[in-house]
């Protein structure tokens, strides 16, 4: 039987590298955007049909999936404006409109669906995250709600015989993420020849690259683990390790400057738990740190040219 899978948040900083490794496994991807756009990723190539959609609205998500009929659901579409998704209201239309997409994959006789979640749902306090025993106690909107939503999902797919997984994603950096958050922020002011104000940078995150979370949540559809799996490294790394390796990386680390910034609310250790990652979806990271930063150097570096910028480079 043909499996094809319906990919909400495709053209997003993990959707759009998510696409090339359906194809791989032999989906037939249908992929939704929002909005009508000049240039889609992977638009051109065979296997992919795109689907313009406002998931937000229930009837359009009803006629979307009669019209695809998936076998599968790659949930990953979310509001996650940089700064203000944490306590948006959005947060809680998303839990309603990820709802009704579900009720609409069980009303095709969809088979497996896998949803995104964040590490956001842990009790940070406790620094090492598992599945199975650390308390999930939120401290945003968003956490709570992608928490929430993971209990109705877990208790609806085994009521209804639907196969379905919920991936806790930790912290990701790489290509086309927002120039704002660390890993991006870091980079893009180096190459302009700019110092960058750190905090001291001891807090302990667990940092993937977006193509190995990809990877990941690629495998973890394709096989038959449920409930919640973490995705991360597993990889105990200090903010001021990962900051310092793009200094290396670009020549600059003399533009660094640690201990310039308060770190009174962030938790010490944030790290993962990937036992059920490892031995049961039966995945690792490809990619090194150095290699990744390496790939997300280079694709700033052009975006840099591409906007004019190129002679601070």
Known sequence: MMKKVLLTGATGVVGRQVIPLLLDRRYEVHAVCHKTRSSLPYCNQDGVWWHQCNLLDHHAQKVLLAEVYPTHLLHLAWYTEHGKFW????????????????????????????FCGSCAEYDWHYGFCSETST???PVSLYGCCKNSLQEIVR????????????????FFYGPYEYPGRLVASVITALLQKTAVPCSHGNQIRDFLYVKDVAEALAALLDCDVQGPVNIASGQPRSLREIVCAIGEQLGASDQ???????????????LADVRRLR???NWQPRYTLEAGLAETISWWKQQLIS???EKNL
């Open 87 to 114: 306590d948006a209201k959005e947060n809680i239309e998303w839990v309603q409109a990820s709802l009704a997409l579900l009720l609409y994959f069980r009303e095709v006789m969809g088979q497996r669906a896998v």
């Open 135 to 137: 308390p999930k106690r």
């Open 155 to 170: 208790c609806f797919s085994t009521a209804n015989h639907i196969s379905s997984a919920w991936a806790r994603i930790f």
């Open 256 to 270: 660094i400057k640690f201990g310039e910034l308060s770190t009174a609310q962030e938790a010490p250790v944030v």
């Open 279 to 281: 031995q049961e979806v």
């Open 307 to 309: 906007k004019g910028m």
